[in-house]
């Protein structure tokens, strides 16, 4: 399932929400890494990420000028979707690395507007005023903002 957004600014071949929540696993792998100094908290904010979009299998990808006009409640249906012992575990993980989540998330949709401005220069405007919560968030995204998106281009010159 596409992430339905990157329609609005004509990106025809937008990230589906399974590349979009696995990147975001990683980027939370490595900011719980930091955060913790302990690789299980890593690996454990990582599965918090890949779960976190689970409702969108049921309610699809919602763009927020859709969600003006049709309710979503999202932990009703991360409820519903996870009331078995295994799933309310990772209902409790989702909470807990709430923070580093929500971060990576946001770091994924820059690192997309950043490809997808190559495009189309209206995709930038997602890559704005993105505000995170954990320090190693904000470091992250400081230093991609200071990073050209197409610096493994020079790795593909023949010397």
Not at 19 to 29: K, Q
Request: overall charge negative; aromatic content about 12%.
């Amino acid at each position: 399932m596409p992430r339905s957004g990157w329609f609005k600014l004509n990106i025809r071949d937008p990230e589906s929400v399974a590349e979009h929540s696995f990147l975001t696993g990683v980027i939370a792998f490595f900011i719980g890494l930091r955060e913790y100094g302990d690789v299980n908290e890593a690996a454990k904010a990582c599965v918090a990420a890949l779960f976190h979009d689970i409702y969108e299998a049921r309610t699809l990808d919602l763009h927020k000028l859709s969600r003006r006009y049709v309710k979503v409640d999202e932990s009703k249906v991360i409820e519903e979707q996870l009331n078995f012992d295994e799933g309310l575990v990772v209902k409790e993980l989702i909470e807990k690395y709430s923070d580093i989540v929500k971060d990576a998330d946001k770091i994924e949709l820059f690192i997309q507007s950043r490809i997808y401005s190559d495009f189309n220069k209206d995709c930038e405007i997602y890559g704005k005023n993105i505000e995170l919560r954990t320090k190693t968030g904000k470091e992250l995204i400081k230093d991609l903002k200071n990073t050209d998106h197409k610096w493994w281009l020079d790795f593909e010159v023949l010397r």
